[in-house]
């Protein structure tokens, strides 16, 4: 997603270390380096994500519910 931002403003990222900042998602650190491990976190996590790349939650998707596996 960050090279594709970059790439829509007309830069060409070279060095990864820095292309959250040149495709101007440097917000987006703090959540890709805190992810979390249960499934709370992660959610909590894709919908901060969604809200700063203005993305909508897919409608019918299951993507961001928690599936338990049959006893």
């Given at each position: 997603?960050?090279?594709?931002?970059?790439?829509?403003?007309?830069?060409?990222?070279?060095n990864e270390?820095?292309?959250l900042?040149?495709a101007?998602?440097?917000?987006?650190?703090?959540i890709?380096?805190?992810?979390?491990?249960?499934?709370?976190?992660?959610?909590?996590?894709?919908?901060?994500?969604?809200?700063?790349?203005?993305l909508?939650?897919?409608?019918?998707?299951?993507a961001d519910?928690?599936?338990?596996?049959k006893?």
């Amino acid at each position: 997603m960050a090279h594709a931002h970059a790439a829509e403003q007309g830069i060409w990222v070279l060095n990864e270390k820095r292309l959250l900042q040149r495709a101007g998602l440097s917000q987006t650190e703090e959540i890709l380096a805190n992810i979390g491990k249960g499934p709370k976190e992660l959610m909590q996590a894709v919908g901060r994500m969604r809200q700063i790349l203005g993305l909508a939650r897919p409608e019918g998707m299951k993507a961001d519910e928690v599936v338990k596996p049959k006893a």
